[in-house]
């Protein structure tokens, strides 16, 4: 980025210094902003603080607004409505700050009180899960941002997209009125797929194997590749091959050895069977067999 295009160097302070805050703090620094002061409580935010944010003070959150140009609130989603309202309520927000969000499941509206003071509110969510450590850092050079602003402020947008550039990495619009199917898209991929995952290795030791991650690895690599690749053209399995059979072997056996883990079985075998049916995968005369196997009364019932 040429050095006229690049954005004013900001004072920022970050509420709070989680993981999510304490990187993208690091980040902006990184950036050459500089960050004023951060809010952080427990013994965890304080030594991301000391690893991430070296020398900044630590100060109640209304303090760590008022010293700054750029506020980073990263927040929980439940928290973040409060956060502002009572931010706003104490004169902590200003007209000329820039006040961003970090939560995905929000667009701008959360931040009404503070627009309504006069700041630039925008929305940058990380595409990515956190650590809280200096890897994650690195990490942001690959991950996409869904960033949002009011609709019709095209400077706001610029400058969502200017910041996130400048932390290394990919922004992307989120129209405010989609941002609810947004996360629940990412929700549903990345938290679903770790319970999946960590579903998949208890089974293996249940089997008997000692490194279910060094058996998973290699295929639920190339399975996550294959479906970023390929979309629906990459499912395999019983399912997708129409091996009833083996459908309802898997059923037997998860009712002996993992009775809890039946019901997201069925229900991901039947959005596999209905995906491979879609797809020309599953045939059309070994679904039906395929379905009612998926469907059967089991030791749940």
Known sequence: MPEADKPARLAVGVVSAGRVGAVLGAALARAGHTVVAAAGVSDASVRRAENLLPGVELLPPDEVCRRADLV???LPDDALP???RGLAAADALRA???VVHTCGAHGVDVLAPAADRGAL?????????FTGRAEDLERLTTCCFGITAA????TAWSVAEALVVEMGAEPVRVPP????LYHTALAHGANHLVTLVAESADLLRAA???EPDRMLGPLLSAALDNALRHGDRA???PVARGDAGTVRAHLRVLAEHAPDMLAAYRALAARTADRAVASGLLRADLAPDVIAAIDEPGEES
Request: glycine share 16%; charged share 10%.
């Open 177 to 180: 009125a989609a941002r609810p």
């Open 235 to 237: 499912l395999t399995g």
């Open 82 to 84: 409060g956060m502002v």
């Open 72 to 74: 980073l609130l990263a």
């Open 151 to 154: 609709d019709a402020d095209e």
């Open 208 to 210: 008997g194997v000692g």
């Open 96 to 98: 000329g700050q820039i």
């Open 121 to 129: 509110a925008l929305a940058l969510h990380p595409v990515m899960t």
